[in-house]
């Protein structure tokens, strides 16, 4: 998880460790250069406070803790406007300042899931994909959607992946699983009831299946083989739409598309050409 959304996260906080990641957040380019004694004054706390806020949040000590702080700082000050991901425009907005809001938002969001992706486990992920016979997608509402364009791609590349919760279908899908096969699952929450059971049973009967969500603390991934997590300021109810999510999602399912491709790029470019020649120029020609 990114430092400032760390900083943010003050479940786990105590009042002092709240306050002291409050001023770091309202303070961020002056903070970030702050002596361990000067902060500690603006804050009215001590050393060990921020020493141990620091520990608490997986740095060795201060220094560390800076560091990465002075560099979140720096690409925060280089990136786009940050919109709001609920309301990202107003009343009173025009078309043009809401059209740049709206790529404002988009960027920030692609920047924000890059700046979280863990690589190993994105190839992992394509590994388990690519070797599986076939791949269920669990998604419901808008992720539905995204799941459909990463059905839709899978076919370039001879991968023929099934909605499972498509005509109410899940539970005769989710029963014909085997190891040989994968499930995927698509949350922003991860929370969904069904996909829980789905994913106890995949997990009782070693059934490979992948995560894909905003949520950290998500009950299907410990049940999960692989996991992505690309966590925005997104709220779960309280918002003009999804926009923040699905571009996640869009983004996370393109790459992980693009790494199977890469992974047999010749072989598939090669059945491209053929494709391309039977469609356009040969018997499945339909123009």
Partial sequence: MLILDQLKQTADFTATETRIADYLLQHLDTAKAMYLKDLATATYTSHSAIIRLAQKLGYRGFRDFQQTLTTAAVAQARTVTEVDANFPFAA??????????MADLTVTTVQRSFDQLDTATLTAMAQTLDQAERIFIFSQ???????????????KINKFAIIAEEYADDAWN????????CALFISYAGTTKVHQQFATYFHDQQIPS???TGNANAPLIPLSSQHLISLQSENGFAKIGTFASQT???YLLDT???????????QHLSNLQQKQQLIQDGPL???
């Avoid at 009173?92 to 809001?101: T, V």
């Avoid at 509402?141 to 076919?155: E, M, T, V, Y």
């Fill in 92 to 101: 009173e907005d025009d078309p043009q300042a809401i059209a740049k809001k």
């Fill in 248 to 250: 996640a999602f869009e």
């Fill in 256 to 266: 992980l598309f693009s790494v199977m491709y890469a992974q047999h790029f010749q």
């Fill in 285 to 287: 020609t339909t123009k």
């Fill in 210 to 212: 992948l995560v894909i």
């Fill in 141 to 155: 509402g808008d992720s539905q959607l995204r799941a459909r364009s990463f059905q839709n791609k899978l076919i």
């Fill in 174 to 181: 989710a029963a014909s699983l085997t190891s040989r096969d």
